[in-house]
């Protein structure tokens, strides 16, 4: 039972339901919704345009170790690195910080509460969520990315 309650707690914690707030225009890139429909698979759609959320442990990107770098779904904008990427338990792929940039930053307040939601800097495309529980002797955050809203792009010599 204790575990089932910590599996819906962590859950909420990377959770997001509803339409995001039009902030679309402060974006260098720039789609309509029939564009970006036309571009998204349904889910790539539901998390990135909808501000959707990905079932738990349903990413393969959470398995990803080689050096790389994890761009946006949407546009691919370069937006982390492996090598500031960590195992949370949470089950979606969390990073200690992006890459310098490549991220903006919203406040998110749809589960009663407000946090700090993490957009693509480029295209606006809902990427996930920044935590204060992040490893200590990094940086203390804990960026929680939908995988669905990731590409992931191997370092050239890696094979």
Known sequence: MKL???????????????QKDDTSDDFPIQKSEKEWKNILTDQEYQVLREAGTERAFSSALLKVKKPGTFVCAACENPLYETRYKFK??????????PIEGAIAYDS?????YTRKELLCGQCGSHLGHVFNDGPRET???????????LDFKADNDEK
């Open 4 to 18: 089932l309650i910590l599996s819906v707690l962590l859950m909420v914690s990377c959770q997001s339901k509803g």
């Open 139 to 149: 940086t203390g955050k804990r960026h929680c990315i939908n995988g669905v809203a």
């Open 88 to 97: 949370s338990g949470t089950g979606w792929p969390s990073f200690d910080r």
């Open 108 to 112: 998110d307040s749809k589960l009663g």
